[in-house]
């Protein structure tokens, strides 16, 4: 059954919580879903960023820390 998401109503907070739920539930499977054909130079430009000292990696929890605190000063 699809459940019609009531968008408007919902609070960003709730959206994200939402965002959660369904990627939770996709990534379960993540084998059957095949990348799209850019993801690979996408990588490879990212690893080229990192090597170069230009970007860094982050903590998931963490990143997931730092948005949040963004979403809160907006507020």
């Known amino acids: 059954m699809l459940a019609k998401l009531q968008l408007k109503k919902m609070s960003r907070n709730e959206k994200?919580?939402?965002m959660e739920a369904l990627?939770?539930?996709?990534s379960q499977n993540e084998?059957?879903?095949?990348?799209p054909a850019w993801h690979e130079e996408a990588l490879r430009q990212?690893?080229?960023m990192v090597k170069a000292g230009k970007?860094?990696?982050?903590?998931?929890?963490?990143?997931k820390a730092?948005?949040?605190r963004r979403v809160a000063k907006r507020r």
């Open 23 to 26: 990627w939770a539930d996709l």
């Open 66 to 68: 730092i948005l949040r």
């Open 55 to 63: 970007v860094k990696f982050v903590d998931w929890d963490d990143a």
């Open 16 to 18: 994200l919580m939402a």
């Open 46 to 48: 990212t690893e080229r």
């Open 31 to 35: 084998s059957s879903v095949e990348s």
